[in-house]
């Protein structure tokens, strides 16, 4: 069992994120402590809102005030409802947030079922409540409710084991094989509309593509070239011709593919779990690293692609889940390649102006980043691509007073 706690600003982020999946029949509340419910309606928005409001109003400090706690169990163990709700409450209350309003959300979206909990980490005075050792003192209570509860250990995973397939190694022989079954898997499995979202797959394995157009006895022809890439992303060994491989990673069944996703993928909900998951992290306004590290924990891989300069043109999602690709442009203006220059660009301008007018920068940048520790190294056990993440690399912000809903 793997649990991940996650500090964030927003109150109505983290409510509205699981109320939508409580409405779309994905999730449902298993327990309230401390919060309003109506008799008839059960746990609306406007009641949760309020019970978290005096504490709220209360906090004059800390600028990230909202929990958002994650609970995966391993994929193989089978839980009640009952017992979920009853690892949620000694989880919080060992934790020492027992006596904190807080929700436990039980989602059951995916295979594996797991909680969010969601609660604030001042009390009604205002006061923090310490979380220096949260991390170490989280994983106590995860292997203690393991050995209570009789479940599978949680290990952690490289973010490559979270990937449905194996990367291409040029050194392990038989590159062509290892292409081929990267190229027929990707073509298989995944939903793309271009031949650079395809790509950009591809290259995820170490494989790349390329469109060759050609002219035989008078005759135009299409083809497709496949290489393997080294960890550089350059190309590597000799190529090969889409025929030499199969009909099934042609340029005909390629564009086929693209026609049919191109109508199959107009519904856009497909796009819904990528564009909440993606929402959240841009609210505390990451840098680079930490946003594709976050997203990758989640099971979503970016694909920036810049041009000399340094400017980026293009950001291309891949969810292993839905097994979805596409352009961030899809999703919104806010998720278009400029939103994303204009963002790493200011957080680079602003931490470099930073080091120059602060000596402390890395005494206290490495103090964050150990209370941090693993949180930020920590995986998702199993599937879970639905974890929402808020722990960013921290960064020096103007404190806020008397925030209010």
Do not use: C, W
Not at 149 to 178: C, F, H, I, M, T
Not at 180 to 208: C, H, P, W
Not at 327 to 339: D, H, P, T, V, Y
């Amino acid at each position: 069992m793997v649990a991940k706690i996650s500090a964030g600003n927003s109150l109505f982020g983290a409510l509205s994120y699981n109320h939508e999946k409580v409405e779309q029949g994905e999730a449902k509340v298993l327990f309230g402590n401390r919060i309003v419910e109506n008799m008839d309606s059960g746990y609306t928005m406007h009641d949760m809102m309020v019970s978290f409001k005096p504490y709220l109003d209360a906090n004059n400090r800390t600028e990230k005030p909202i929990l958002h706690i994650s609970i995966n169990p391993h994929p193989d163990d089978k839980l009640t409802d009952a017992q979920l709700l009853e690892i949620g409450q000694k989880y919080m209350e060992h934790m020492g947030y027992g006596d904190q309003p807080y929700l436990i959300y039980k989602h059951e979206d995916l295979d594996r079922h797991h909680l969010h909990i969601v609660s604030i980490n001042v009390d009604e005075t205002g006061k923090k409540i310490s979380n220096s050792n949260d991390f170490y003192k989280s994983k106590k209570i995860t292997r203690a409710l393991e050995k209570e509860y009789n479940l599978l250990p949680a290990e952690r995973q490289k973010q490559s084991d979270n990937l449905p397939l194996k990367r291409v190694d040029y050194k392990g022989g038989d590159v062509k094989k290892q292409v081929s079954g990267v190229a027929k898997s990707v073509m298989k499995d995944y939903r793309f509309q271009s031949l650079n979202e395809y790509k950009a797959v591809l290259s995820i394995y170490g494989v790349t593509v390329e469109e060759v157009k050609g002219e035989i006895r008078g005759k135009t022809y299409n083809g497709l070239v496949y290489s393997a890439l080294d960890k550089k992303g350059e190309k590597i060994g000799n190529p090969f011709k889409a025929s030499l491989i199969g009909k099934a990673v042609g340029y005909d069944a390629l564009q086929k593919r693209i026609t049919f996703f191109k109508q199959s993928m107009k519904d856009k909900a497909i796009y819904n779990k990528s564009r909440n998951i993606i929402s959240l992290l841009l609210a505390n306004k990451p840098n680079r690293k930490a946003f594709e590290k976050e997203l990758a924990k989640n099971g979503i891989f970016v694909i920036f692609r810049e041009n000399d300069e340094g400017r980026i043109y293009g950001a291309t999602f891949i969810d292993h889940q839905e097994k979805a690709v596409f352009n961030g442009s899809r999703l919104g203006k806010e998720f278009s390649a400029n939103a994303f220059h204009s963002l790493f660009n200011e957080n680079h301008k602003a931490e470099a102006n930073y080091l120059l007018h602060d000596n402390n920068y890395s005494q206290e940048q490495n103090s964050e980043m150990e209370s941090l520790g693993g949180l930020l190294d920590m995986v998702q056990h199993g599937d879970n691509y639905e974890e929402i993440a808020f722990t960013n690399r921290m960064k020096r912000k103007k404190k806020r007073r008397n925030p209010r809903l």
